[in-house]
């Protein structure tokens, strides 16, 4: 198969993706915004050019316009691209910076797979969790609004949305989800493993080592006021597991809580 693979800041989430389809024969052409000075084998990229500045007429919002020329600029590489005889089997776009907008209108046979990795809320940036932040501003919230067209613009476009977990799927308005797809990108083992030659440096005085832990007998973790009370759960089952491996641990937020090994 002939793919595509295209993210403003390539490879992004398909870092992995890319050498797992060369390796299994298809042809791979990738497209970003930025240069790539070390190419991996057997993939071809392209990094589109930027358009002219559009002058005295100018966007309310500086990111939507950049976004939408960010989606000009892939259609005229895909162009380019098509005149030289390449047809994509599937192409697969970051939805989130206006890079799949037009794609449709150069490859309308291609299988086009949005990756919409958000669905931008106040939430997200911990409005109504954290209490620091206070109100969101209502210019905030509009732009959010805003970032959102790109995703909803390829998930009409598309073929079908995919995302590797159920939380970021959860985060599209509840009408969307049936379009998508949860695919779990899966863990490189090799990548993600211990590595006993580790080794990390807490104070001037104090470096661990593998097998080193027993030197520390007391952790401190330092969290915001509400992360105690809101997030208490998450905090508290990572401290017990801590604490269950012979440490003294101490969260300090509006109060302090200590626990021994004993009470953990």
Same mark, same amino acid.
């Given at each position: 198969?002939?793919? %595509?693979?295209?993210?403003?800041n390539?490879?992004?989430?398909?870092?992995?993706?890319?050498?797992?389809l *060369?390796?299994?024969g298809h042809?791979?052409?990738?497209?970003g915004?930025?240069?790539?000075?070390k190419?991996p084998?057997?993939?071809?990229y392209?990094?589109?050019?930027?358009?002219?500045?559009? !002058?005295?007429?100018? %966007?309310?919002d500086?990111?939507?316009?950049?976004?939408?020329k960010?989606? #000009?600029?892939?259609q005229?590489?895909?162009?380019r691209?098509?005149?030289?005889g390449?047809?994509?089997?599937a192409?697969?776009? +970051?939805?989130?910076?206006?890079e799949?907008?037009?794609?449709r209108?150069?490859?309308p046979?291609? *299988?086009?797979?949005?990756?919409?990795?958000l669905?931008?809320?106040?939430?997200?940036?911990g409005f109504?969790?954290d209490?620091?932040? !206070?109100? *969101?501003?209502?210019?905030?919230?509009?732009?959010?609004?805003?970032q959102?067209?790109?995703?909803? #613009?390829?998930?009409?476009?598309?073929?079908?949305?995919?995302?590797?977990?159920?939380f970021?799927?959860?985060?599209?308005?509840? +009408?969307?989800?049936g379009?998508f797809?949860? *695919?779990?990108?899966g863990?490189?083992?090799?990548?993600?493993?211990?590595?006993?030659?580790?080794?990390?440096?807490?104070?001037e005085?104090l470096m661990?080592?593998?097998g080193?832990?027993?030197?520390?007998?007391?952790?401190?973790?330092?969290?915001?006021?509400?992360?105690?009370f809101?997030g208490?759960v998450?905090?508290?089952?990572?401290m017990g597991?801590?604490?269950?491996?012979?440490? %003294?641990?101490a969260v300090?937020?509006v109060?302090?809580v200590?626990?021994?090994?004993?009470? #953990?």
């Open positions: 198969m002939q793919i %595509l693979l295209v993210h403003q390539f490879p992004g989430q398909f870092r992995d993706l890319a050498p797992r *060369i390796q299994r042809q791979v052409v990738a497209m915004q930025r240069p790539m000075p190419v084998p057997g993939l071809q392209l990094q589109y050019e930027p358009l002219a500045d559009g !002058g005295a007429r100018q %966007l309310a500086p990111d939507l316009e950049q976004n939408l960010r989606g #000009a600029r892939v005229a590489q895909a162009k691209l098509k005149e030289k390449f047809e994509p089997d192409v697969v776009a +970051h939805s989130g910076w206006g799949a907008l037009y794609l209108e150069v490859w046979r291609a *299988i086009l797979l949005a990756y919409p990795e669905y931008a809320k106040p939430e997200l940036l109504g969790f209490r620091d932040l !206070g109100e *969101i501003g209502e210019g905030l919230r509009q732009s959010m609004k805003r959102n067209f790109m995703a909803l #613009a390829a998930i009409a476009d598309a073929d079908a949305a995919v995302v590797p977990t159920q970021q799927r959860d985060t599209f308005p509840a +009408h969307l989800r379009r797809q949860v *695919i779990h990108e863990v490189d083992t090799e990548r993600a493993q211990p590595y006993p030659k580790r080794h990390v440096r807490l104070s005085q661990l080592r593998h080193e832990a027993s030197r520390v007998s007391s952790l401190f973790y330092l969290t915001p006021p509400t992360a105690v809101l208490w998450s905090y508290g089952e990572t597991l801590v604490a269950m491996g012979g440490f %003294l641990v300090a937020g109060f302090l200590t626990r021994t090994p004993k009470e #953990a």
